[in-house]
């Protein structure tokens, strides 16, 4: 059976901050597993398609500005329990509410420019992992 996978993405704040290799850095100190790693801008229309689920929200038309806006990189990781682990580690969406030590407590501004997304359950992951990544990227 495949390894668990998740999807994350380091958002464009946080790379345009040069924040990416700290965000790298407690990735790989977690214990989980890069399997593949994509830098790339999303087109309005891409990022539209991707968080196609909140469309209609008050904050998606802002979302897709800010997530067109330069570069994001995505990362597929590995590990038991990835998905979960990978939410731990961000901590919660509003960095305002997000436990000590966590991803967004450290480097995210607000709600919306919250440095990193992660895959909230095995199905989307499974979706959003092969967003970014075809098989032949995996390792
Ligand atoms: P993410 O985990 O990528 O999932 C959806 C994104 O929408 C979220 O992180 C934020 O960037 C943004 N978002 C969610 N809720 C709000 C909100 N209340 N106001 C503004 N942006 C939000």
Redesign the pocket.
């Known amino acids: 059976m495949d390894k668990v996978k998740t999807l994350a993405?380091i958002?464009p704040d946080a790379v345009r901050s040069k924040t990416a290799g700290k965000i790298f850095n407690m990735i790989e100190n977690s214990g989980l597993t890069i399997e593949a790693v994509k830098m790339v801008r999303l087109t309005r229309e891409l990022a539209g398609e991707f968080?196609a689920v909140?469309k209609g929200?008050?904050?998606?038309e802002?979302?897709l500005n800010?997530?067109s806006s330069g570069p994001c990189i995505a990362i597929a990781l590995s590990g038991e329990n990835a998905i979960t682990r990978w939410r731990e580690l961000?901590g919660a969406?509003?960095p305002e509410n997000a436990a000590e030590g966590t991803i967004r407590k450290l480097y995210a501004t607000?709600?919306?420019?919250?440095a990193?997304?992660?895959s909230?359950a095995p199905e989307t992951a499974r979706q959003e992992v092969s967003f970014f990544f075809t098989g032949m990227d995996l390792i």
Request: one cysteine or more; hydrophobic letters at 30%.
């Open positions: 993405i958002k968080y909140h929200k008050p904050f998606y802002e979302l800010f997530m961000m969406t509003n607000n709600v919306q420019h919250n990193c997304h992660g909230d």
